[in-house]
């Protein structure tokens, strides 16, 4: 039977749960394990495929087509694994699943109840990741101890560790070591009670990782006194987890302090052999004086970073292939259509337009796909960023003045993007979406075929909105390339334009299968095409 790790937060969120749990896949698998991670989420939600990126961050789509947690991309490029629906449970889904059961009367009359019916159910999402072929299950429980939302998880852990017995499972609890400059000195008390809170609830940590920031020090007094007071065996059980200059470092860190070690002693694991020498090299050149390239990411949410984490994190693995590092900033497409594309972008030596929903910003990404296409900008459209690019193009140099995508402009007379299946667009938002993995075939003697090195590719999805097929022989006529197509479903899935050093479009998104040390190919061509362009004369 697999081993389980529990890897809850306290004190504050955005403490980094996420990146400590794939770090620590990662350094399991260095030792030979066999990992998988899931994580628990206590929000209602059945997913967040509804939610807003600017609030919850990034949708990320697994290849069978779950929309989950960003945390799941973090957990995809640190262990190199693909995921499936499986990776991801919220409180919304729970709920869905016992409703269901109940009205087909399978709990035969039976008063509902959270204790047992709703921990029964999250016990069942936890052994299901247990596999013959796993070693050790990494489960993350979103939020933070005290949430209202996630007692019920915690519950549902305490129950299962019950089951599980002594020296099957770890329980982690990633807290905020405060510094406060008036005193001089960290603060220990936070911890301190959060762990109270967790221990009232029936959960006893066995490490405590603490987050600091980048050049505080946590003493051994410190860690003594935090295990004195949470009850550790040893101090060597408190870890400290200073803010790094790059996430890719936080394994080197936690490794240097014996987290792998110690988890795998716990747990009666074989320590293995651990060889980090590659992922040290790649966290070396990160942090070594690389020259900059200057991206942009032309967006609609821009309030909060990690609505497009996939995105920036592609940009950097594919800069790094380079020995660059990327300067990157993220631009609302919205000022775009209150001031010149020039004044905005010019200092940019290429620009990604991502994905979206809505027709906010929607002119400002058009206009930037007009200023890449005319001054020769190195331009990477996705998902939406190649809708917006094909509606610039038929405008511009078609001369299609009111085309549009139906999305937008639902009585447009030149819908040029459209939905697949109008009939099927119902309540249930999900429905009418592309989502997951879906094949491609790259036509020769194209720069999509050449940057892939191969005919036939398989990419994630996540849209609701087609190329036109009534329109591409127009398209192909006036100089667009369709250089990619679904042949099931006879699918644009990529365009470019021939007279351009690089202005690649997909309706997928490749971001999501990029990974530090394999960048994904169409990052890789469009960030070598912008260091290029370092070179050349600014745009007058």
């Known amino acids: 039977m697999s081993k389980y790790i529990f890897v809850t937060g306290g004190v504050v969120s955005s403490l980094g749960k996420g990146i400590c749990a794939a770090s620590l896949g990662r350094l399991l698998i260095e030792r030979g394990l066999r990992v998988t991670i899931q994580k628990l989420d206590p929000y209602i939600n059945v997913d967040p495929g509804t939610m807003n990126p600017a609030q919850h961050g990034e949708v990320f789509v697994t290849q069978d087509g779950c929309e989950t947690d960003l945390d799941i991309g973090h957990y995809e490029r640190f262990l190199d694994v693909d995921f499936d629906h499986n990776c991801n449970y919220t409180s919304g889904k729970i709920y869905s699943s016992i409703i269901a059961k109940e009205r087909r009367g399978e709990f ?34 979103g939020g933070t101890v005290g949430d209202i939302e996630g007692l019920a998880f915690l519950e549902a852990i305490r129950q299962f560790e019950r089951e599980l017995k ?59 006194k935090i295990a004195m007071f949470c009850n550790l065996d040893e101090p060597e059980c408190v870890i400290h987890n200073p803010d790094c200059s790059s996430i890719y470092e936080v394994p080197l ?10 988890v795998c002693q716990k747990l009666g694991l074989p320590l293995g052999n651990i060889n980090l020498s590659n992922w040290k090299n790649m966290v070396d050149t990160i942090n070594s004086d690389l020259p900059t390239v200057n991206i942009a990411i032309v967006g609609k949410y821009t309030e909060v970073p990690d609505s497009y984490i996939s995105v ?18 993220i631009i ?87 939905i697949m299946n109008e009939q099927k667009f119902i309540q249930d938002k999900g429905a009418t979406m592309r989502l997951g993995n879906y094949k491609c075939h790259l036509l020769d003697g194209t720069l999509a075929r050449r940057l892939y090195g191969m005919p036939n590719i398989i990419e994630r999805h996540r849209h609701r909105y087609e190329f036109n097929n009534n329109y591409a022989d127009s398209f192909v006529k006036n100089g667009l390339t369709i250089s990619g197509i679904n042949d099931d479903k006879n699918l644009v899935e990529i365009i470019e334009y021939k007279d351009h050093p690089f202005f690649v479009a997909s309706q997928f998104h490749p971001e999501f299968k990029s990974r530090p040390y394999k960048p994904h190919p169409l990052f890789v061509g469009f960030v070598t095409q912008a260091i290029g362009n370092i070179k050349k004369t600014k745009i007058n």
């Open 108 to 141: 035969l009359g039976a008063t509902i109840q959270v204790v047992p019916h709703v921990t029964s159910e999250i016990k069942n999402c936890m052994k299901s990741a247990s596999r013959e072929d796993i070693d050790v299950v990494i489960i993350e429980i």
């Open 166 to 224: 002594v020296g099957n499972y770890l329980h982690i609890h990633c807290t905020l070591v405060p510094y406060l400059e008036s005193a001089g000195e960290v603060k220990t008390k936070p911890t301190q009670h959060s762990v109270k809170e967790l221990t009232s609830l029936g959960l006893n940590p066995d490490i405590i990782v603490c987050r600091t920031g980048k050049n505080i020090e946590l003493s051994d007094h410190n860690k003594r």
């Open 253 to 262: 860190v936690l490794n240097r302090q014996g987290l792998d070690h110690i």
């Open 312 to 329: 920036t994190e592609a940009i950097k693995h594919a800069a790094l292939k380079n020995r660059y590092k990327a300067h990157i900033d």
């Open 332 to 418: 609302s497409s919205e000022d775009l259509e209150v001031m010149p594309a020039k004044d905005i972008l010019k200092n940019y030596n290429g620009i990604v337009v991502p994905g979206g929903f809505g027709s906010r910003g929607i002119e400002g990404k058009i206009l930037t796909a007009k200023y890449c296409r005319e001054n020769k900008v190195p331009y990477l459209g996705l998902c939406l960023g190649m809708q917006v690019a094909v509606i610039e193009f038929a405008r511009d140099v078609m001369g299609l003045k009111d085309a549009n995508s139906t999305e937008f402009d639902p009585n447009t007379a030149n819908p040029v993007i459209h």
